[in-house]
């Protein structure tokens, strides 16, 4: 027998057998093939058939021959073919390289499978991290929203307490017969004061998803509405800055492409952007008395200058009809979000570094203009 081997691997010497402990010297299983391949886990030899897709498959392997075979050495196996076997003159030198074959594609293949369970096993990390993550954020939103219902409620209740409280007082006025002295109107001036309403405080809620960023947004009022109509002018929105782009919404009061003469036209539009195709959402809506009455959302994919939109937005009849449109002025607001914190970070990121290479550059503007000779004028 052979010297043995560590299992980590292959020595300058592969492993070889005793024919006396082994009789056969093809697979008992695989009856027309070789013994090549010796199992360093079941410590068997056994055929290429076995370790690619018998029981063995996974295990680690070394190659196998017994004394009857020549010795395959570590240089064979690992892919250097011996001068006498480049012409393959002898049938013996080509089983050998074809022993080192087999050894180097079922080592490749244990590596790939150690490359498939440590991804799969990353995939569960990232699940089970990302559940807990979901849970405890949802937790959190729970209780604040939780918070701001028990406030609201219980203002609820005061109000209808105190709604009860007039009606009461009301029925009690109708059902006397008054007659207005000056002791019964202190007392009337008196239930005045102590049902004078105290407006609600309107507070901004707290609630805000920590996996999707917020919209940032822009009011647009268009005053002389008819009159934009009438000429087919369009109107723009001052720019809103997002993430280091640069967005603005293009409006046509009379319709624009297949909505022309009857639809409101509405259209986002990248000013400015990295150079690079880019995928985020946008929402536009229309306001009456500071509430959204009508709101429309997409996500696009934008590239410098391109725009996103809607030809039909709302029909001009309506517009009219529902007294959208207040002192022949129009409102809409227009938001622009990345879907996801990625890839905001990403843009800001990519922002950074643009304005630290503008940085640089004016730097060595300033240090170029410093070092110039000064010519004083007579």
Same mark, same amino acid.
């Given at each position: 027998?052979?010297k043995?081997?560590?299992?980590?691997?292959?020595?300058e010497?592969?492993?070889?057998?005793?024919?006396?402990?082994?009789?056969?010297?093809?697979?008992?299983?695989?009856?027309?093939?070789?013994?090549?391949?010796?199992?360093?886990?079941?410590?068997?030899?056994?055929?290429?058939?076995?370790?690619?897709?018998?029981?063995?498959?996974?295990?680690?392997?070394?190659?196998?021959?017994?004394?009857?075979?020549?010795?395959?050495?570590?240089?064979?196996?690992?892919?250097?073919?011996?001068?006498?076997?480049?012409?393959?003159?002898t049938?013996?030198?080509?089983?050998?390289?074809?022993?080192?074959?087999?050894?180097?594609?079922?080592?490749?293949?244990?590596?790939?499978q150690?490359?498939?369970?440590r991804?799969?096993?990353?995939?569960?990390?990232?699940?089970?991290?990302?559940?807990?993550?979901?849970?405890?954020?949802?937790?959190?939103?729970?209780?604040?929203?939780?918070?701001?219902?028990?406030?609201?409620?219980?203002?609820?209740?005061?109000?209808?307490?105190?709604?009860?409280?007039?009606?009461?007082?009301?029925?009690?006025?109708?059902?006397?017969?008054?007659?207005?002295?000056?002791?019964?109107?202190?007392e009337?001036?008196?239930?005045?004061?102590?049902?004078?309403?105290?407006?609600?405080?309107?507070?901004?809620?707290?609630?805000a998803?920590?996996?999707?960023?917020?919209?940032t947004?822009v009011?647009?009022?268009?005053?002389?509405?008819?009159?934009?109509?009438?000429?087919?002018?369009?109107?723009?929105?001052?720019?809103?800055?997002?993430?280091g *782009?640069?967005?603005?919404?293009? #409006?046509?009061? &009379?319709?624009?492409? !297949? %909505?022309?003469? =009857?639809? $409101?036209?509405?259209? @986002?539009?990248?000013?400015?952007?990295?150079?690079?195709?880019?995928?985020?959402?946008?929402?536009?809506?229309?306001?009456?008395?500071?509430?959204?009455?009508?709101?429309?959302?997409?996500?696009?994919?934008?590239?410098?200058?391109?725009?996103?939109?809607?030809?039909?937005?709302?029909?001009?009849?309506?517009l009219?009809?529902?007294?959208?449109?207040?002192?022949?002025?129009?409102?809409?607001?227009?938001?622009?979000?990345?879907?996801?914190?990625? *890839?905001?970070?990403?843009?800001? #990121?990519?922002? &950074?570094?643009?304005? !630290? %290479?503008?940085? =640089?550059? $004016?730097?060595?503007? @300033?240090?170029?203009?410093?070092?110039?000779?000064?010519?004083?004028q007579?």
């Open positions: 027998m052979a043995r081997l560590d299992e980590d691997g292959i020595t010497n592969v492993r070889s057998y005793d024919n006396s402990k082994v009789e056969l010297s093809n697979c008992p299983v695989h009856c027309k093939n070789r013994l090549e391949v010796f199992c360093n886990v079941c410590r068997v030899p056994i055929c290429h058939d076995c370790a690619l897709w018998g029981k063995h498959q996974g295990h680690r392997f070394s190659p196998f021959v017994d004394s009857s075979r020549n010795t395959v050495t570590k240089k064979q196996c690992g892919g250097e073919i011996p001068d006498d076997m480049t012409s393959h003159s049938k013996e030198g080509m089983l050998a390289y074809l022993d080192g074959c087999v050894v180097r594609v079922t080592e490749a293949i244990e590596q790939v150690e490359m498939i369970t991804v799969h096993a990353q995939w569960n990390n990232i699940e089970e991290e990302a559940s807990q993550a979901i849970h405890a954020m949802f937790n959190r939103l729970g209780e604040t929203a939780a918070a701001e219902l028990q406030v609201l409620e219980d203002s609820k209740a005061r109000l209808e307490a105190q709604a009860e409280e007039i009606i009461t007082f009301s029925e009690d006025i109708k059902a006397k017969n008054w007659s207005v002295d000056d002791k019964e109107a202190r009337l001036a008196q239930h005045q004061m102590r049902f004078q309403i105290k407006p609600i405080p309107i507070t901004t809620s707290n609630l998803s920590e996996i999707i960023p917020s919209y947004s009011m647009l009022k268009i005053q002389n509405f008819q009159e934009l109509r009438s000429c087919n002018l369009k109107v723009y929105s001052r720019p809103l800055r997002v993430d *782009l640069v967005w603005r919404l293009r #409006v046509y009061p &009379n319709g624009y492409g !297949e %909505g022309r003469g =009857k639809y $409101l036209s509405v259209f @986002a539009e990248l000013t400015s952007g990295n150079g690079t195709t880019i995928n985020y959402q946008y929402c536009i809506e229309i306001l009456h008395c500071g509430r959204s009455v009508h709101f429309r959302q997409y996500v696009s994919d934008f590239s410098d200058g391109g725009s996103w939109g809607y030809t039909k937005f709302y029909l001009l009849s309506k009219e009809e529902e007294g959208l449109i207040s002192e022949d002025t129009l409102v809409l607001k227009f938001g622009v979000r990345a879907p996801t914190y990625h *890839l905001k970070s990403t843009q800001l #990121v990519m922002h &950074n570094q643009r304005l !630290e %290479g503008q940085l =640089k550059s $004016l730097r060595k503007k @300033a240090a170029n203009h410093a070092t110039e000779p000064y010519h004083a007579d």
